[in-house]
């Protein structure tokens, strides 16, 4: 099935000022990638958070992983950069981010996930046994401000992305929607009305300090048997 790609140039374009800074970095093959939007760009120092590189180590206590994330990314973007982002490096898996901001460009869950799939295959080919561990929508504060619409589509991709992993052996789920590490309860895993709310900066959306040492935390257990 085809589409029309919703990303207009100009955004890919200005998109080359993050994408320059990973470039000029030196290159790093056989780690563990994170590939996403602002949920994985933000783990950095310069926004006022440790450094993903520092704090997620190996179990030799050494660098394990590298961030590729790029604020306000989608899928389509993440396949588009791929030859530049992913393939030089060569990791042995990838963490994949999308569908934060899919939505807001009119990417229907299916597409998200068709185009998630594209960029699996070309690394499957690039690197045989690389593993894949696909992330579904992480809880935010500002869930409360959407649309029924907006949750329904974040429900089905949540859905289709699950599906995806039940059928490839090399594909892992990671369900953050109901890690409890995000809720006030761990009782109420899962329901948006309970999120912490001291986790989070100011746009409700993005996490402070504090919810990148609960990421850690979640990524330390669910990535364990590659780190």
Known sequence: MLFTPKVKL??????ETNINEYLKQPVKKGLVMFYGDSGFTRWKEKYGNPNLEDVLLGKDGRQAVVNHGFGSSTADELLYYYP?????????????????????????????????????????????????????????LRYKEYTKTRLRQMSEYNSLTEDYCLKHEDAYYLDQMNCPLFYKDP???GEIEYTRDDIYIED????????????????AEKLKDVL
């Open 10 to 15: 100009n955004r890919l374009e200005t998109g």
């Open 204 to 219: 409700k959306g993005h996490f402070n300090p504090a919810g990148y040492e609960l990421y850690r935390q979640f990524f």
């Open 84 to 140: 530049r982002l992913v393939r030089p490096w060569a990791p042995r898996a990838l963490v994949f981010k999308v569908s934060g901001n899919d939505f807001g460009f009119g990417y229907s869950p299916f597409e998200i996930v068709f185009l998630q799939a594209r960029l699996i295959e070309y690394a499957r080919r690039d690197f045989p046994g690389i593993k894949f561990f696909l992330t579904n929508t992480v809880p935010q």
């Open 187 to 189: 009782a109420h895993a």
